[in-house]
């Protein structure tokens, strides 16, 4: 059976993009942060290890907050967007 969907329950068509505070405010795992990168798992680990990329522990796992990936990837790379 398919419903209708009321005024209450329906679907925003103009959804509002998230706040960049959020987005900047985002936090990544080693793994997300690889693929953000585009590199290896161990190479994210080789850089912390180096203590040459951003990021904290929470218990055992690492974290790493977007805008600080950001502003590090651009210190590092003045040329790039």
Known sequence: MVRKLDEKTSLDPNP???????????????????AYLRVNRSTVYRLLKKGE???????????FRIEDV????RERNPGAR
């Open 70 to 73: 950001n502003r590090w990837f």
């Open 16 to 34: 509002q993009p998230l706040e960049a505070s959020l987005l900047a405010n985002r936090m990544l795992t080693a793994q997300e942060l690889a």
């Open 53 to 63: 990329l951003p990021g904290f522990r929470i218990g055992s796992e690492w974290r």
